[in-house]
């Protein structure tokens, strides 16, 4: 399977402790996202790379929430002290950058997280 | 600032009857517009996109979209809807890096 991956698929956890998520993107993309997806709601833009660097960050994107990409393959992102507000569906997308980039977004299934 | 209004929140139609998804966008120069479809426990998968030539565009599943620019629209249509269509669809407007996403429109098919 060559699409993108994301680890764990569902998680757990309690108020105050830190999750991490990681995303395996489609390997020749050099683009990857992260999207926030609630109940009723669309995906929200959290983030992206581009190879290593971080190129934007959303708003919503508090103090409490880091993104690696270190070596431009898989990137994490980390929940600390998490809030029930947190809880959602945690999507990763890849693109390709270049000539052949129309704007499609290759979609993981997403990690849900849950906070009790 | 580009935003997407998808103003049905559900849409029910029955299997083989012909369907119509609405899209509203806001943009300030010409869109890269895009459906996806969210089965329940997957990711979101492309159906179609426009960024230029022709209006009407193909895309997979039977499903078609036209951009009308004079109504800031682009909405999707499927002639006769399969049961398996039933899903979660999303809206997106932007160019390249960062689509925006409007907040679905869940298609319920009755048999």
């Known amino acids: 399977d060559t699409g993108v991956s994301q680890d764990p698929r569902h998680k757990i956890t309690k108020r105050g402790q830190n999750v991490t998520f990681r995303c395996d993107p489609i390997?020749?993309?050099?683009?990857l996202y992260w999207y926030r997806q609630t109940l009723g709601q669309g995906p929200e833009f959290l983030t992206y790379?581009?190879?290593?660097?971080?190129?934007?960050k959303s708003r919503l994107l508090s103090d409490r929430f880091s993104a690696e990409r270190p070596k431009g393959s898989f990137s994490t992102l980390e929940i600390q002290r998490t809030e029930q507000g947190d809880s959602a569906m945690y999507l990763c997308?890849?693109?390709?950058?270049?000539?052949?980039?129309?704007?499609?977004?290759?979609f993981g299934e997403g990690s849900r997280l849950t906070v009790l | 600032a580009q935003s997407v209004t998808q103003p049905d929140i559900h849409i029910t139609v029955s299997e083989g009857a012909s369907l119509e998804l609405r899209c509203n966008y806001s943009?300030?120069?010409?869109?890269?517009l895009f459906w996806y479809v969210q089965s329940p426990g997957q990711g979101l998968q492309l159906l179609l996109k426009y960024f230029s030539g022709d209006t009407l565009v193909q895309g997979i599943k039977g499903f078609e979209a036209e951009f009308k620019r004079s109504q800031s629209s682009f909405n999707l249509r499927k002639p006769s809807v399969h049961w398996s269509d039933a899903a979660e669809y999303f809206c997106?407007?932007?160019?390249?890096?960062?689509?925006?996403f409007g907040r679905g429109t869940s298609l319920i098919v009755h048999p």
């Open positions: 997106a407007v932007g160019a390249p890096p960062i689509p925006t």
């Open positions: 390997s020749e993309h050099n683009r």
């Open positions: 790379f581009q190879n290593e660097a971080q190129l934007e």
């Open positions: 943009y300030g120069a010409t869109p890269y």
């Open positions: 997308a890849s693109s390709r950058l270049g000539g052949q980039n129309t704007g499609e977004l290759f």
